[in-house]
């Protein structure tokens, strides 16, 4: 089955401990993206990669990293969580690499972080 | 920047009724999609439009792009109490970017 699966689902943790999301896509898709869900605000974009190795900053990508080493996965590090990065974080991805690709995204479940 | 904004916010209606929701790009896009999220899910891939003044249907769900592609709209027709969630658009950032600009979204609550 075709999807993009992210973990941990669920995680509670405190300012400044090193944290990692996980995701992971067996379409194949050259792009990957990470967003995050805030009420009123829609989805906002904080990184993306085009492929391997090639990664872009999206509109928040303060507090945040990103790897690409492989195609399949695209992790989300935050090295020093703070409250304000409590949010509901979605990862997508999707085929083609050209500029306003206009394929469709295939978004993970979502992954709800609360820093305390 | 760029930015994609939708209205309204929210949006109560009964069985039955018809629901709009409305799409407001600062810049041209040369694309534009739609997504829907159903309540505590991730969001799902609806449509996308391309040519100015594009007109799809789906079902009772009819799709418009505005002819100067900076906006598109979503109408339901007779609203069911499965079409409840949120309503995003999206299009691209613009210039040689790969950047995806999604819009506020709207919240659609049905009343059976």
């Known amino acids: 089955e075709a999807q993009v699966t992210q973990n941990p689902r669920y995680l509670i943790t405190v300012t400044g401990k090193k944290l990692t999301v996980t995701c992971s896509q067996n379409?194949?898709?050259?792009?990957m993206s990470w967003y995050r869900q805030d009420p009123g605000l829609g989805l906002r974009q904080i990184y993306y990669s085009m492929n391997v190795e090639v990664t872009d900053k999206g509109d928040v990508p303060e507090g945040y990293k990103v790897s690409r080493k492989e195609k399949r996965n695209f992790p989300l590090i935050l090295e020093s969580p703070s409250p304000n990065q409590t949010s509901l974080y979605f990862c997508?991805?999707?085929?083609?690499?050209?500029?306003?690709?206009?394929?469709?995204?295939?978004f993970g479940d979502g992954t709800r972080l609360s820093i305390l | 920047g760029q930015q994609v904004m939708q209205i309204p916010q929210y949006q109560h209606v009964q069985e039955g009724e018809d629901f709009t929701t409305y799409c407001n790009s600062s810049t041209t896009l040369s694309n534009i999609q739609w997504y829907k999220q159903r309540p505590g899910g991730h969001p799902v891939f609806l449509i996308q439009l391309v040519k100015s003044g594009e007109v799809k249907k789906q079902k009772r769900l009819t799709f418009q792009f505005g002819e100067a592609k900076k906006n598109s709209s979503l109408h339901i027709t007779a609203t069911q109490t499965t079409d409840v969630g949120t309503y995003f658009c999206?299009?691209?950032?613009?210039?040689?970017?790969?950047?995806?600009?999604f819009g506020t979204g709207t919240l659609l609550a049905v009343q059976p």
């Open positions: 997508a991805s999707r085929s083609g690499t050209g500029p306003n690709s206009n394929q469709p995204q295939h």
């Open positions: 379409m194949n898709h050259e792009y």
């Open positions: 999206a299009g691209p950032g613009g210039g040689a970017t790969n950047k995806l600009i």
